[in-house]
């Protein structure tokens, strides 16, 4: 375990930011890009021997380790001339020599694509430390990367700030959802983010089978339009197969919808008819072609009736949803209004009550004099919101209603107009065969048997069609059952038994340590790590320094100790584990904490040193008060002797 101790704290906090700043992740201190240093390394830096200079250039180097032993060391400027602080100079090796000898590689970060370019640094850092940083939801994006600087406020508290709650202080900037439990799942191993992961990934998949249920479903309609036919789907969105309804194809016949396969029945044993008679002569086809002329011209103008029909029903169709629109929008203003008057009213105000008073209408304002109300009683504020509520709800529906009706009678206008398109082509034929001449074949017969053939064949395809599409809503269908049993399971937010024993020592941890540390406030069998949160709960209330609560600033102290070290004792009993091995603590005795519960604190911080953590305490302790704290604990003090941890480079 490494203590840096100085008289004062000149350098000693700069020396912690330093390395943050040497790794591109002062980003999880704010989002600015300004260097989190001082003075001594951007203007002026005072010396041991108390003289005072102008800093020139000044930049930060570290050299990390990872678990197995391959080193990297990374140079940063902080004031450079001519080198941009989003560079970072890297240098990577086996071991001590292999570093000696590397070359350099420059790469960049605070920068578009540093978590994932070839050349972006904390992709490269995350790669050295052997993390696979996941996709986690976000504000602004259905998924983000879950960024270095959202797990190393896991393993650094600064001075200023980092104490003031149990809690990390984590960076909100990046867009993370739940950023805090997202990079304590991480860093524990726990399967509850591999399950968050897979969660997504599955609601992918069901999103991805609404699309093509849709495009599916469209594809087929429009080929059925085509044909002025219309789809009867039963589902317009994906069903699991037990509700699931094969789609029925129908044609407009004589007025109303038929069956396709049926009309197409139809269809065959007229033609049949008409190629077993033949087709006639004009001239001997003349008495049928006038019979038939005048029940075409009487189809026409039948036809025409129903669509002149139909038009008036959509036009009072229209104007029906414009008047339910209008009067949706009337009582959404009319429901803020009111609900603007019972704050005021919850508030204390007296003013705009009259328009709610016994006399008064609160939705049109009239005066109630018993002439206009059967009671001569209006009804309240609060009545009154709930008789707009459900007017809106009636509103709603109505409109969804009229909306469908509008779309059925367009559907059937469409068919309407081809089939009056078809009877005026059978007017036009059977006019030109009875001015044309009598020897020729019958232009009305010839016409009728090719309309017929063309009409079965193009009704066949869009059967067969109708048919894949079928069976694709089939397959679709089971695919929608098993994305819904996975998301059902995965929806599930029991613990994993293997998350259960790691939050199981990381909760033991907890409440041993907040024991040892003298923990007065409440007892320490009273707080818990909350398994959903994943931060220090008393009686499931976010544990803050709350005097009202008997929380002291102290203990609030004793129990941040815990929660850093019972995070890290957790870790490394993860299979999984992905904690840095890093714990930097800069003056973690605040609020005049006991020195007791500090000894206990450094005598665990021990332990995990010993364990492989590498542990950097930061202190401008008097150095005898120091030494009491630290007696029997191995360490290594820096600086060795004097006040100052910075100097001037050599040369």
């Known amino acids: ?131 696979d940083l996941p996709q986690v939801p976000g504000f602004n994006a259905a998924e983000v990367t879950l960024y270095l600087e959202a797990l190393f406020p896991l393993f650094y508290v600064e001075q200023k700030s980092g104490w003031s709650g149990v809690a990390p202080r984590m ?112 001239g001997e086809h003349t008495e049928e072609a006038h019979t038939e002329l005048s029940s075409a011209e009487g189809a026409v103008r039948d036809i025409g009736v129903r669509i002149r029909l139909v038009d008036e029903q959509l036009n009072l169709s229209r104007t029906d949803l414009d008047s339910l629109a209008s009067r949706s929008a009337t009582l959404d203003q009319e429901r803020d209004r009111l609900a603007d008057l019972r704050k005021l009213r919850r508030l204390g105000s007296t003013l705009g009550i009259a328009s709610v008073s016994d006399d008064i209408c609160p939705t049109c304002g009239q005066s109630l004099d018993g002439r206009e109300s059967v009671t001569g009683i209006a009804a309240d504020l609060d009545q009154s919101m709930a008789e707009i509520d459900a007017e809106r709800e009636t509103i709603r529906a109505a409109s969804q209603s009229a909306e ?34 009598s020897g020729a074949p019958s232009r009305a017969q010839v016409q009728q048997q090719i309309l017929l053939s063309s009409s079965i064949e ?19 269908a089971s695919q929608w059952q098993d994305v819904r049993d996975r998301l059902a399971d995965l929806r599930d937010g029991s613990l994993s038994r293997a998350d259960q024993r790691i939050m199981s020592v990381m909760q033991s941890s907890f409440r041993e340590q907040v024991g040892e540390y003298g923990l007065r406030s409440v007892p320490p069998s009273d ?38 070290l019972s995070l890290y004792e957790a870790a490394i009993f993860s299979s999984g584990n992905r904690h840095a091995r890093l714990l930097m603590l800069d003056e973690p005795r605040q609020q005049e904490t006991d020195r007791r519960s500090l000894a206990a604190f450094v005598k665990r911080l021990e332990r995990a040193a010993v364990s492989g953590c590498q542990v950097i305490y930061a202190t401008s302790e008097d ?10 604990v191995r360490v290594s003090m820096l600086p060795a002797r004097g006040p100052h941890l910075l100097a001037p480079a050599a040369g």
């Not at 590689?105 to 490269?124: C, N, T």
């Not at 150095?623 to 029997?632: F, H």
């Open 171 to 282: 960076p909100t900037y990046l867009g993370i959802r739940d950023v805090l439990r997202r990079s304590v799942e991480y860093v524990l191993g726990l399967s509850a983010l591999e399950r968050l992961t897979a969660l997504a990934a599955v609601r992918s998949e069901e999103d991805e089978i609404k699309k093509r249920w849709q495009s599916a479903s469209d594809r087929l309609s429009d080929s059925a339009k085509s044909l002025n036919c219309r789809v009867f789907l039963h589902q317009q969105s994906p069903v699991t197969p037990a509700h699931r309804q094969r789609g029925i194809v129908e044609v407009m016949e004589d007025s109303s919808w038929v069956p396709l396969e049926q009309q197409i029945g139809v269809w065959r044993r007229h033609l049949n008819e008409l190629e077993q008679t033949g087709v006639e002569a004009a």
């Open 1 to 131: 375990m490494n203590v840096i101790a100085a008289p004062n704290s000149f350098g000693k906090s700069t020396l912690l930011q330093g390395v943050v700043y040497a790794l591109g992740l002062e980003g999880m201190f704010s989002s600015s890009r300004k260097p989190p240093f001082g003075p001594a390394m951007l203007t002026v830096a005072d010396f041991p021997d108390g003289g005072r200079s102008l800093v020139r250039e000044s930049w930060v180097s570290l050299t990390i380790a990872n678990e197995h032993g391959a080193l990297m060391r990374c140079k940063r400027f902080v004031r450079g001339d001519g080198v941009d602080t989003s560079l970072i100079m890297t240098w990577k090796g086996v071991n001590a020599a292999g570093l000696e000898r590397a070359n350099r590689i420059d790469m960049f970060v605070r920068q578009g694509g540093a978590a994932f370019r070839e050349l972006g640094f904390h992709r490269e850092l995350a790669e050295f430390l052997g993390w």
């Open 527 to 564: 707080l818990a790590i909350d398994e959903s949160a994943l931060i220090p709960v008393n009686d499931g209330v976010e544990l803050t320094f709350d005097l009202s609560m008997g929380i002291s600033a102290s203990d609030m102290i004793r129990t941040k100790w815990a929660y850093y």
């Open 623 to 632: 150095r005898r008060d120091l030494d009491e704290v630290l007696r029997n």
């Open 458 to 476: 193009r009704a066949q395809r869009l059967l067969d069609l109708a048919d894949e599409a079928n069976d694709y809503f089939d397959d679709l």
């Open 404 to 437: 469908r009706r509008r779309a059925t009678l367009e559907r059937n206008r469409a068919a309407l107009q081809a089939a009056l398109h078809g009877a005026m082509r059978q007017v036009r034929a059977l006019r030109d065969e009875l001015v044309g001449p």
